[in-house]
């Protein structure tokens, strides 16, 4: 690197290609310079939010600095939510609304997620996933995809698109070219994609083509090795992927953003500011970082890597220039869009609705349901992708004590259970004896010592009810008691779609046989 200091106009255009997230719950004095110097986007986390009322007025902070910032968040609702991590989300996520299968309903919910985050001044959502979740041992895609079928979620990529951006939100189809063929979360490691070039065209191209002939601003890289197009750098830092195929082929010409610069999968081998400037060279016009990396240091080390690599010639001035207008143009865009719509966020129950129509009831339940008397629950509970936030309440166990007062409950995880048989010391059966017992899991399937402790509860209570609020591993499957992990010696179950606050409630109802 040359140790020629940057000018000030080039570290600006460096510093504008950035959104990075920042500590604390109101604008730190850092940040205020940054924006002051070129900074055009940041990223909100959980961490920045307490409520609705507090987010607005962080916001309205920020914008006082710059009308037109970009602020961004990753708010796909379901699983993975910000706005309301402390809570659980008020609506379910893809997989729930890919498996109810109305487009409408589906459009509705974003439209209803982009009034709440335009209320909340947000412009830019990294969302939706439009990843076809095609493996079904995906660590880190699951429940935030609309399925395993293409055509599936295409509709519903290119709906959830239409109705955030109707109310005045960018939404960002992730993660290119799609992360659902993959068993390495891109958190931890550089995930592999075997498909062949038509394979991948056929498969999971499709609802990015739908994203963006519904109009979407904004495509989010993946950081995953795909040897079809580029057998040597992931799609976040490949040309062939990012220029050739996105820009290219598929005619893309809005924003690239980077999936978080600084996930195991890039910045492990090159470096938060060498995978940087690799993206940007690659054709990224936005570099998403401050996941883990949130303070002034990292702006300074990602914008001098950027203007230093301009001095040495491993980036153009040319790409630079063109990476920085196109932030620019998004930029004038969403201020105009957050000046223009009105902010209404007017409270709604679609996301209940939706969740209770993705409950899906299989095999038995009408014997079993609704249950007799407060029932004993024990739930099985996953260590989760860091895309989740693990503060995120979850189960069924609360809503269906508020519907069946003198529920018990217990909540075991993998450490605690040294075999699948130590699931019937520690679930407290004793509680359910002549009570009703469920048995709460989510992706089972996925998870070996959740499968075994599961046959283990069903071999000494066959009449337990299983609720999956995961992905099950076949339509209408849940764990059994024939020794699969999923099969036809199942109890009566029930699967949710998703381990959401309102995915929780509508599977309570009907245990309960309370009417919606």
Request: charged share 20%; with cysteine.
């Amino acid at each position: 690197m040359t140790s020629i200091s940057p000018p000030a106009q080039l570290l600006g255009l460096a510093t504008s290609l950035l959104q990075p997230g920042f500590e604390g719950t109101s604008v730190p004095d850092w940040l205020r310079r940054r924006i002051d110097g070129g900074l055009r986007s940041v990223v909100l986390f959980g961490r920045n939010i307490a409520d609705l009322e507090q987010v607005a007025r962080l916001t309205a902070q920020l914008r006082a600095e710059n009308p037109d910032l970009v602020i961004a968040i990753d708010e796909e609702a379901g699983d993975v939510t910000r706005l309301e991590a402390w809570t659980g989300a008020s609506r379910p996520g893809n997989l729930a609304l890919g498996a109810v299968d109305d487009v409408e309903l589906t459009e509705s919910v974003a439209r209803d997620i982009g009034r709440e985050l335009h209320a909340a001044g947000v412009t830019l959502n990294y969302a939706p996933s439009a990843d076809v979740n095609s493996n079904p041992m995906n660590p880190v895609i699951g429940v935030r995809s609309f399925g395993a079928g293409t055509d599936t979620v295409s509709r519903h990529t290119a709906a959830w698109v239409r109705g955030l951006q109707s109310a005045g939100v960018a939404a960002c189809a992730k993660h290119f070219p799609g992360h659902g063929d993959t068993a390495v979360d891109s958190h931890h490691g550089l995930p592999h994609v075997g498909a062949d070039a038509a394979e991948i065209a056929r498969t999971a191209l499709p609802p990015f083509t739908a994203a963006l002939d519904a109009g979407v601003r904004a495509v989010m890289t993946a950081h995953l090795l795909v040897p079809a197009y580029d057998p040597e750098l992931p799609a976040t830092l490949s040309p062939r992927v990012l220029l050739g195929l996105l820009r290219e082929e598929l005619g893309f010409d809005g924003l690239i953003v980077t999936d978080g610069i600084e996930m195991s999968a890039v910045s492990d081998r090159y470096g938060l500011d060498g995978a940087t400037v690799r993206a940007v060279v690659a054709g990224a016009d936005a570099i998403c970082v401050g996941g883990g990396h949130a303070g002034e240091d990292t702006v300074d080390l990602l914008s001098g890597a950027l203007a230093h690599a301009v001095l040495d010639g491993t980036l153009t001035e040319e790409r630079l220039n063109d990476a920085a207008a196109r932030v620019a143009e998004f930029a004038a865009w969403s201020g105009e869009r957050a000046r223009a719509v009105t902010r209404d966020g007017i409270p709604s129950d679609i996301g209940l609705v939706a969740a209770r129509r993705a409950v899906h009831v299989h095999t038995g339940a009408d014997a079993l349901l609704p249950l007799a008397g407060a029932p004993h629950v024990v739930e099985l509970s996953p260590t989760m992708n860091l895309a989740v936030d693990g503060q995120t309440p979850w189960g069924v166990a609360e809503p269906l004590r508020a519907l069946r007062p003198g529920t018990t409950s217990v909540r075991l995880t993998e450490p605690e259970l040294t075999s699948p048989e130590d699931v019937l010391e520690r679930s407290g059966l004793e509680s359910a004896d002549g009570r009703a017992l469920v048995v709460v899991v989510r992706d089972a399937a996925r998870h070996g010592w959740m499968a075994g402790a599961v046959r283990s509860l069903l071999s000494r209570r066959p009449d337990a009810v299983v609720v999956e609020m995961g992905v099950p591993d076949s339509p209408g499957a849940a764990p059994g008691a024939d020794g699969s992990a999923n099969g036809a010696g199942a109890p009566a179950h029930l699967v949710t779609h998703g381990a959401t606050r309102v995915s929780g409630i509508a599977a309570a109802e009907l245990l309960a046989g309370v009417s919606a």
